[in-house]
């Protein structure tokens, strides 16, 4: 890769608020029990906590959190204090690819993660080529 994809995905990576792992950071707001008599245990819709490792700034970790709003999934992902809304979530065959648009550096960047809904752990890649597991809380 060339030193200056390198670069830009450092930038990036730091300016979406990644943290290194023995950062701490402000827990984000509890998501909403489900309603009595249903369930979100056969769905992507939770938490997770959510580490990227080997990217130029070190390992870095954060929070996604994934809601369904009229049957589509949407979200955030929360690092270092701060939080980006997802441009899109959507299921694969395997699981689920992420994306959302880094507006300082004009750039799309994407988690594709393999896992079956309900699953405790996704795990795939980030930009690519960053290892990153998801964690269900």
Excluded at 54 to 80: H, K, N, R
Excluded at 101 to 109: G, K, L, P
């Amino acid at each position: 890769m060339k030193p200056i994809a390198l670069l830009l995905i450092l930038s990036l990576l730091l300016a979406l608020g990644c943290t290194p792992r023995a950062s701490t950071t402000a827990s984000p707001e509890p998501l909403p029990e489900a309603p009595a008599g249903e369930s979100t245990a056969m769905t992507y819709v939770g938490e997770y906590d959510v580490t990227v490792s080997d990217t130029p700034a070190g390992t870095v970790t954060g929070t996604l959190m994934i809601t369904e709003v009229d049957g589509d999934l949407t979200g955030s992902f929360v690092a270092g204090g701060s939080s980006t809304e997802l441009q899109s979530v959507s299921t694969t065959d395997d699981g689920l690819r992420i994306n959302f648009y880094s507006a300082q550096y004009q750039t799309d960047v994407n988690m594709n993660l393999k896992g079956a809904p309900g699953a405790a752990t996704l795990s795939g890649t980030t930009l690519g080529s960053y290892r990153t597991v998801a964690t269900r809380k």
